[in-house]
Antibody, heavy 122, light 106 residues
């Protein structure tokens, strides 16, 4: 079974950094692009960015709202994707989901983790 | 950025009834790259439909998607008790964006 398990969330002060991890199993991680999506309390879904597979350069693309502050990376040897969050703001408070890109070039998401909550507060 | 507007915000129906959810894009999706997700309270979203009309693996046939251009529809032919949830559309014609969601309640 495909599984994605996020970790690393919690309480963080504004301006600080946090790194989220997404441990995966049940599929060949290196063959897939991975994305991060967040959901603020009581709100809808917001795509944050994705990382392509190494086959396609392992390059990244980000939403304008987080570009320059958030960085996505991957460790194919461990089947883990990461979301590095820098200079966090109170607006970054949300549940953060790791997702698998269902196709190479089309950014829709066929598997989701259970999410890890991040609260940004002093 | 392509903005997706979902309507209605809330749909109140009974089990066995037909549900019709709308998703309108601020500009035409030239490729019909539109997906639908279902989210139940406390759970992650689940992919239902992609490419506007293709059911994801394991999704029951009562879920169907249609549309093109700027207007898309998710139809649930006969609501089962487990179908009551929030539904989101998402476009991937350009940088992905989601609609605001439609809650289907009993």
């Amino acid at each position: 079974d495909v599984q994605l398990v996020e970790s690393g969330g919690g309480l963080v002060q504004p301006g600080r950094s946090l790194r989220l991890s997404c441990a995966t199993s049940g599929f060949t991680f290196g063959d897939y692009g991975m994305s991060w999506v967040r959901q603020a309390p009581g709100k809808g879904l917001e795509w944050l960015g994705f990382i392509r597979s190494k086959t396609y350069g392992g390059t990244t693309q980000y939403a304008a709202s987080v570009k320059g502050r958030f960085t996505i990376s991957r460790d194919d040897s461990k089947s883990i994707a990461y979301l590095q969050m820098n200079s966090v703001k109170t607006d970054d408070t949300a549940v953060y989901y790791c997702t698998r890109n269902a196709a190479t070039w089309e950014l829709f998401f066929d598997y989701w983790g259970q999410g890890t909550p991040v609260t940004v507060s002093s | 950025e392509i903005v997706l507007t979902q309507s209605p915000g809330t749909l109140s129906l009974s089990p066995g009834e037909r549900a019709t959810l709308s998703c309108r894009a601020s500009q035409s999706l030239s490729t019909s790259y539109l997906a639908w997700y279902q989210q139940k309270p406390g759970q992650a979203p689940r992919l239902l439909i992609f490419d506007a009309s293709r059911r994801a693996t394991g999704i029951p046939a009562r879920f169907s998607g249609s549309g093109s251009g700027t207007d898309f529809t998710l139809t649930i032919s006969r609501l089962e008790p487990e179908d009551f949830a929030v539904f989101y559309c998402q476009q991937y014609d350009s940088s992905p964006t989601f609609g605001g969601g439609t809650k289907v309640e009993i």
